[in-house]
């Protein structure tokens, strides 16, 4: 079947801190790996995505990097922010069409 | 351009009431996911049409959600009698594109208690 893990929360972080948000995935076929955010009091959104092994998906600062050999997708990020403060979901699209997304990890980070 | 509408944003209900949600996509976009988000966990996909024919809805508990998409356009989900632990969030996506690397823009979503 399909599912993701990502590692529980909260996270708490001071600014400027290194990140990683681990997650791994079971799936059939050869899926799309995304990770979305949703900050304080907004709705989810794609924050990055790659559809391919090996494949590096980038924005804000936030990396992630297909592994299909670990079946991974961690975020990572150098130096986190304040702003950064928000609940970060990895999601696995598959061939089906169907979507499936982790628990979330809460993330805060304190100046 | 205007984001996915919902509404309510909020409701409450007694068990065994029924209850619908409204959604709104983003204008030009054929495809649109219902979610329902218990507290703590991830979204759960529900239903997926892709214009106005179900692609998916093989997680929705059909003997009380209900769900239509009639023009194409703006969707309902219902669910009718409600049970205490359909209190949830109900998450309405959409994209542009059917396939499973595309896009899905979220709207606010709409936050159901049963009491």
């Known amino acids: 079947g399909n599912s993701v893990t990502q590692m529980e929360g909260p996270v708490t972080l001071s600014e400027e801190a290194f990140l990683t948000i681990n997650c791994t995935y079971t799936?059939?076929?050869?899926?799309?790996l995304f990770w979305y955010v949703q900050y304080p009091g907004e709705g989810l959104q794609l924050l990055l995505k790659?559809?391919?092994?090996?494949d590096k998906g980038s924005n804000k600062g936030f990396e992630a990097t297909y592994r299909k050999e670990t079946t991974s997708f961690h975020l990572e990020k150098g130096s986190v922010q304040v702003s950064d403060s928000a609940v970060y979901f990895c999601?696995?699209?598959?061939?089906?069409?169907?979507?499936?997304f982790g628990t979330g990890t809460s993330l805060t980070v304190i100046p | 351009e205007a984001g996915v509408a919902q509404s309510p944003r909020y409701k409450i209900i007694e068990k065994r009431q029924s209850v619908a949600f409204w959604c709104n996509p983003i204008?030009?976009?054929?495809?649109l996911y219902w979610y329902q988000q218990i507290l703590g966990q991830g979204p759960k996909l529900l239903i997926q049409?892709?214009?106005?024919?179900?692609?998916?809805d093989s997680q929705l508990p059909k003997d009380r959600f209900s769900a239509e998409r009639l023009k194409g356009v703006d969707s309902t989900l219902k669910i009718q009698p409600a049970k205490l632990e359909d209190s949830a969030v109900y998450l309405c996506?959409?994209?542009?594109?059917?396939?499973?690397?595309?896009?899905?823009?979220f709207g606010p979503g709409t936050r159901l208690t049963v009491t």
């Open positions: 996506a959409s994209s542009s594109g059917l396939a499973a690397t595309y896009e899905q823009y």
């Open positions: 799936a059939t076929g050869y899926p799309s």
């Open positions: 790659a559809t391919k092994a090996d």
């Open positions: 999601a696995l699209g598959n061939t089906g069409n169907q979507f499936y």
């Open positions: 204008s030009g976009h054929a495809t």
């Open positions: 049409f892709q214009n106005n024919g179900v692609v998916d």
